[in-house]
């Protein structure tokens, strides 16, 4: 096998924009390496050891000569990688990231313990994979991370001769091309997506291959808009589970400001007719209150409302779905929770990370209707425009690969949808976390003083404590009963995302108790003192019952980091929602009562969580078939439709 015929040079040979086609379904991606043969490369590169940095540039100049033999090529390549990594960070990659490395080089998913060095991992990967001239996206679960990871691995980059950047929400168009020429670019999955989006809207299908790629290639006509992308050839996601499956619920919807003064008018109206409205008798709520329905007798109230002069805005279905969508906005959505109020704007929060998530807002006039509610300036209400999913974006890449701390329990879904393997790369160390046993209590307003009790008694022995909640309302509740007790903390949550680092770079210390709404992919350690970790390393106290048992891991996996010490635990509510909903009220009151039998509560959790995550995958496999049934698969066009 040539070199060529292994890695996707872009260009003549594969197209003017290089990407998979997926309309048959997930890619048969290739068999590769066995494991014991991943393993013999790891052995042979950590023997090979690092190589002087004055060195590289004539080790980089020779890999030319090794082009026919693709084993040979890849050693030599990954043991440069490794050397520029020791020399620009001052420490020498280990073995297990070596095999991760290669596992991710072979279009697989890493499983890597928490603190083990996955972004080292990648960092190699991505480079060996730019050595050989593909363009990698090495996908990160926030701006924050995208722009420090591209500054911090400046230096290796520049040792192996290559160009690295970043992509952020708030880069134009020109930057984001200039970032995305560079030999490895960090961006978040919704950038990437989005972009892809906006390209698949300017290329033109009249046009032959041919003519296109002269196109392209001829200087860009006056008032002539230019893709940024230069195709998909290479994706590496940090935090792979999170993107392909947490954050693949929900379509991503390319969307334009449309709207009127009479529209506003229009949802005011709707509103104000929403807030007359009695539960059981004029509507009626959905599971999880995300779906409200007129009754009869609503829709009847109706007739008070003055019929608008418009031809939709006067229509009866039109006034009614108005009405349904206000009823969401007011009772189905909380501050707090699903939103946040912050420089007279409304920020959405991304249930995953917890943090604000700029730039993105409701379609359908939802989002205005919330403004209305909150009583802040509106915005122009979004018109779709284009959209695709996860599962339709990321399986068009022509290599696919990932690295996290908690696949395993998503292995298969990811091999049906992406065609991804998993393989488990082995700890260096064995953990040396303790784990006290589950404990639940009836209600949230007797679970916040005894978090607060415990977390109290962790301080004082000089240990650092990070507690985590669902909500943002949590956080605050359970921030305003440390302060009454006049314990010292910090919270993060989508109120105070913008100054994580400085959160995080503290949370290590000394009698230090952080509150936050959650820490699956923000992808920051938190660096213990050396006198907490000789009374225990960082205590991890989850308060917050998650749809899936593998965000579970990701927030606890947060104690006990490289083989350190440290403990975690979970203090649970019977009021939590997820509880609320699988669980009937009088299974919930014997569970939380006074002498519930050990293991109990440790079951019905597992139960839960075992429940949830089906119907979210049901609705994941749902999302997909209806993106492919309306043959919205990002096929270029004029319309956009994809």
């Given amino acids: 096998m040539t070199l060529a015929a292994r890695w996707p040079f872009p260009g003549l040979a594969w197209g003017e924009y290089p990407e998979q086609d ?18 013999r490369f790891a052995d042979a590169a950590a023997v090979a050891g690092t190589v002087p940095a004055d060195e590289l540039p004539r080790r980089l100049a020779a890999l030319s000569s090794l082009a026919g033999e693709p084993e040979a090529w890849l050693l030599e390549a990954t043991v440069l990688a490794a050397s520029a990594l020791a020399a620009a960070l001052g420490h020498a990659p280990h073995r297990q990231q070596l095999f991760a490395a290669r596992v991710l080089l072979d279009d697989r998913l890493a499983e890597m313990a928490t603190g083990e060095g996955k972004t080292a991992a990648i960092a190699m990967a991505a480079a060996v994979a730019a050595l050989a001239s593909t363009p990698v996206h090495v996908v990160t679960a926030n701006d924050y991370l995208a722009e420090r990871d591209a500054v911090r691995l400046r230096p290796f980059y520049s040792l192996l001769g290559l160009h690295v950047d970043c992509v952020t929400q708030s880069m134009d168009a020109a930057r984001r091309r200039q970032a995305y020429a560079a030999h490895v670019t960090y961006c978040t999955a919704k950038e990437l997506a989005f972009d892809y989006l906006r390209d698949a809207m300017l290329r033109t299908t009249d046009l032959s291959p041919l003519e296109r790629r002269a196109r392209r290639l001829a200087a860009p006509a006056p008032g002539r808009s230019q893709p940024v992308l230069r195709g998909l050839c290479m994706a590496i996601l940090d935090e792979a589970d999170t993107v392909l499956v947490d954050e693949a619920r929900v379509p991503l919807v390319l969307a334009r400001a449309e709207g009127s003064a009479l529209e506003e008018a229009f949802h005011a109206g709707a509103l104000a007719q929403a807030r007359e409205l009695e539960a059981g008798t004029h509507y009626e709520s959905g599971a999880e209150g995300r779906r409200f329905v007129l009754t009869p007798a609503g829709r009847q109230r109706l007739a008070r409302w003055p019929v608008a002069n418009h031809p939709l805005l006067g229509h009866r279905v039109h006034r009614e779905n108005a009405v349904e969508l206000a009823l969401l906005a007011l009772h189905g959505l909380q501050r707090d929770r699903d939103y946040v109020v912050r420089e ?33 300036a509106a915005t122009r209400r979004n018109s779709p425009h284009s959209q695709t999913t996860f599962q339709r974006f990321f399986p068009r890449y022509l290599r696919l690969a990932g690295a996290s701390g908690t696949v395993r329990e998503a292995a298969r879904e990811l091999r049906q949808v992406y065609g991804l393997r998993l393989v488990l790369v082995p700890r260096r160390t064995p953990s040396r976390v303790a784990s006290p046993p589950l404990a639940l209590w009836p209600d949230s307003a007797a679970l916040w003083p005894q978090v607060a009790a415990r977390a109290r008694a962790l301080a004082l022995q000089g240990r650092a404590v990070l507690v985590g909640t669902e909500t943002v309302a949590q956080s605050e509740a359970l921030s305003a009963v440390l302060a009454a007790q006049g314990l010292p903390h910090r919270v993060l949550n989508a109120r105070q995302d913008r100054e994580e680092s400085e959160l995080i770079a503290r949370a290590g210390q000394a009698g230090c108790i952080t509150v936050a709404t959650s ?17 225990g390393g960082l205590h991890v106290i989850l308060c917050q019952l998650n749809g899936s048992a593998r965000i579970d891991r990701q927030f606890l996996g947060r104690a006990g980091r490289q083989g350190q010490p440290g403990s975690a635990e979970r203090m649970l509510a019977a009021d939590f929602a997820l509880l609320q909903r699988w669980c009937p009220a009088w299974w919930r009151r014997w569970m939380a009562r006074p002498g519930a039998p050990a293991g109990l509560a440790k079951i019905t959790v597992a139960w839960v969580q075992f429940r949830q995550s089906f119907t979210d995958r049901y609705e994941r496999v749902k999302l997909s078939r209806v993106a492919s049934e309306e043959e919205r698969d990002l096929a270029f066009s004029r319309t956009g439709a994809a």
């Avoid at 820490?519 to 006198?531: K, Q, V, Y």
């Fill in 344 to 376: 007279g704007a409304v920020a959405l929060v991304d249930e995953t990370t917890g943090r604000a998530a700029a730039g993105r807002a409701w379609s359908a006039g939802l989002h205005q209707l919330v403004e209305l509610k909150e009583g802040v």
């Fill in 519 to 535: 820490m699956a992919g923000r992808g920051t350690d938190i660096l213990c003192a050396p006198e907490v970790l000789e009374r």
């Fill in 22 to 39: 997926v309309r048959a379904g997930a890619p048969r991606r290739p068999r590769r390496a066995g494991i014991r043969a991943l393993h």
